[in-house]
């Protein structure tokens, strides 16, 4: 199978006006959507679209809408200008644990049929109740190796304690025996954020899922904890606050 589990480690740094850090272990699953019903058939520990110790449900990622995930993919990727044709789409993202689950992100590797890293898309989930997509192409010169470098402006309002008027650059590639992802947000004094994701790949098997399971318990309710808790540390650091920009600002960009 394509699709895997990874775990490992989210990172973050911030330099202005206050500096912070954070570390937190975690886990991802790759998901291949065209394996999505074959994981269900053969896992007893990790279901689809129905209560398990991890679950994967459809309508926690794209527009929530009963359209099947691949052909939202498809049409976010033709506005892109791009065409995978029948290639492969492979997920990076927290399943569901017990029920519960937020994604800060969750990262969509789009292939060609040549099995070329195509474009990637970044789907940013805010506390807030909102979900953003970057859908961005990977230059050809680089896809051959599954490498990619991207930019992009900052389109929705996820923490108050960052302004919108910033770009992201994304570094990473095609998850193999490694995963790794690095994000350095931008603002008109310079950098101001770094952030990445590693982790190494286990086989999507029922062991692997307890492994990790009774490792990092919980893990996605901590996750919604860590960002408060983040939030809180920040806010004694007097670090200033960002009000949400209006409904056209927001969906502007």
């Not at 895997?4 to 937190?24: F, K």
């Not at 029948?86 to 099995?115: E, K, Q, W």
Request: charged fraction near 25%; hydrophobic fraction near 45%; charge should be positive.
């Amino acid at each position: 199978m394509n699709s895997a589990l990874y775990h490992g480690e989210v990172t973050h740094r911030r330099l202005r006006p206050r500096e912070h850090r954070l570390r937190y272990r975690v886990f991802w699953l790759l998901l291949d959507l065209a394996e999505l019903d074959q994981i269900d058939a053969r896992l007893r520990l990790l279901s689809r679209n129905r209560f398990n110790l991890l679950g994967f449900h459809d309508r926690d990622h794209g527009d929530g809408s009963p359209t099947p995930l691949r052909d939202q993919v498809l049409g976010r990727l033709r506005q892109a200008g791009v065409d995978i044709g029948g290639g492969a789409v492979r997920l990076l993202t927290m399943p569901r644990v017990l029920g519960y689950v937020f994604n800060p992100i969750s990262l969509y590797y789009c292939h060609a049929a040549d099995g070329r890293l195509a474009a990637v898309i970044y789907e940013v989930s805010s506390t807030f109740g909102e979900r953003h997509a970057y859908v961005l192409p990977v230059d050809a010169e680089a896809a051959g190796a599954g490498a990619f470098r991207q930019e992009a402006r900052k389109a929705l309002h996820v923490s108050p304690f960052m302004g919108m008027d910033m770009r992201y650059a994304f570094r990473g590639r095609a998850p193999d025996d490694h995963m790794a992802l690095k994000i350095d947000g931008t603002d008109r004094d310079g950098l101001l954020i770094t952030a990445a994701m590693t982790g190494r790949r286990h086989a999507l098997t029922d062991s692997a899922i307890l492994r990790v399971v009774l490792a990092m318990p919980l893990l996605t309710l901590k996750v919604v904890a860590a960002i408060h808790w983040e939030a809180l540390k920040l806010w004694l650091k007097r670090v200033p606050l960002h009000p949400a920009p209006s409904p056209d600002r927001a969906h502007g960009a």
